[in-house]
Every structure is written in C-alpha cells, then in structure tokens.
C-alpha cells in the first residue's frame, strides 16, 4: 500500500471554494478501484491550510488516479488559489498491513 499525505496552503479568500472542489475531487477519488482511502482533513489552528490523506493499492493506482478527469479538473481549479506549492510526502504503510482494516 501507499501512502501520500499532501500538505496545501489555500489563500484564505478561497478557503470554500477549495473545500467545495476538493469534495467534488474527493468523490471521484474514493470510487476507483485502486483507492483505499481519501480523507479530506482541515488543519484546526490554521483554516487555510488542508492536509489530504490518500491511501492506494500501488504506483500504478497512484499513476492512474493522476489521469482521472476529477483530478484534472480538481488540479486546475485550485491552481491559483494556493499561497504555496502543494507539498506530496510519500510514506508505506506498516500498520496496518491487513487490507480489511482499511
């Protein structure tokens, strides 16, 4: 399994019209076959700042996730409304390794 938590930094004036759009992104995300996970987390002391937590079966759902039509739509609508580049941090998982609990 992957990992990838994606830190954003969202200009305060767009904070929901990113979390409208990252829903929409989010619904698309937790139907593909290989996606066990995509939660959608607001940081508490800090509104504008997000954190995504994205769990795959492998690279290659990683790779296709990247080529679905409501992440490119999703990528380019939030373009200009982050005070800094996204920042993707890849991790393995090491608990749990039983899919089911997932």
Not at 34 to 47: M, T
Not at 51 to 75: I, M, Q
Request: net charge negative.
């Amino acid at each position: 399994m992957i990992v990838y938590c994606v830190n954003l930094y969202v200009k305060k004036e767009h904070i929901d019209d990113f979390i409208a759009a990252t829903a929409e992104n989010h619904k698309g995300a937790i139907s593909e076959k290989g996606n066990l996970r995509f939660d959608v987390l607001q940081r508490g002391d800090n509104p504008s700042q997000f954190l995504l937590y994205e769990v795959y079966e492998s690279e290659e759902a990683v790779a296709e996730h990247k080529t679905t039509p409501h992440y490119l739509a999703w990528r380019e609508k939030v373009a200009g409304w982050m005070s800094k580049p996204r920042e993707g941090i890849l991790h393995t998982v090491v608990c749990p390794q039983d899919r089911s609990l997932w």
